[in-house]
């Protein structure tokens, strides 16, 4: 609803995609309602279902983050980009820093896991470094952004930076 029914239609066409290449041959994946999907599952145990449910969760959450009709993703290329929802066009290609999985989207910022085990903040308008952790925290997952604190997992627990500053918060 925020940025309009044409960028609300990609994002759900986009999750439909990913429901639809993730669910096995049989399967059944349905819009039910606005924003809602229905997947029926045949002769699905419920180690099955579990299975299935998994990897849509995995795909999902490895796809670009969205805010303000751009979609940030990491290419094959190993580099952040900034591509918009509108006519796709690139709006930004990070420098050459060598970046894995799923960014995230706070406050103007898109933040990125490093493969030398760091975390950067990127400026959304232009891809800029704001700031960069240590090489140390070895994150596990793709950073989440809750109440202004990124949030990364790591083989010794959770590790969380102030979103604007980058300062190790715990």
Do not use: N
Not at 82 to 90: F, N, R, V
Not at 123 to 134: E, K, L, N
């Amino acid at each position: 609803d925020r940025y309009g029914h044409l960028v609300g239609d990609q994002a759900i066409r986009r999750v439909a995609e990913v429901l639809q290449t993730t669910v096995r041959a049989g399967d059944l994946v349905c819009r039910f309602g606005g924003e809602e999907f229905c997947i029926l599952l045949a002769r699905a145990s419920a180690q099955d279902a579990m299975e299935v449910a998994e990897r849509m969760r995995g795909t999902i959450e490895s796809s670009p983050a969205i805010a303000d009709g751009v979609a940030y993703v990491v290419g094959g290329d190993h580099r952040a980009h900034a591509l918009s929802m509108m006519d796709g066009k690139e709006s930004w290609v990070s420098d050459g820093a060598a970046y894995v999985g799923s960014p995230a989207y706070a406050d103007g910022l898109v933040f990125v896991l490093g493969r030398d085990f760091s975390v950067s903040a990127l400026d959304a308008a232009d891809g800029a470094i704001r700031w960069r952790s240590g090489d140390s925290i070895y994150p596990l997952s793709s950073p989440l952004v809750l109440d202004g604190l990124l949030v990364a997992g790591t083989p010794d627990g959770l590790v969380a930076f102030d979103a604007t500053t980058g300062t190790t918060r715990w």
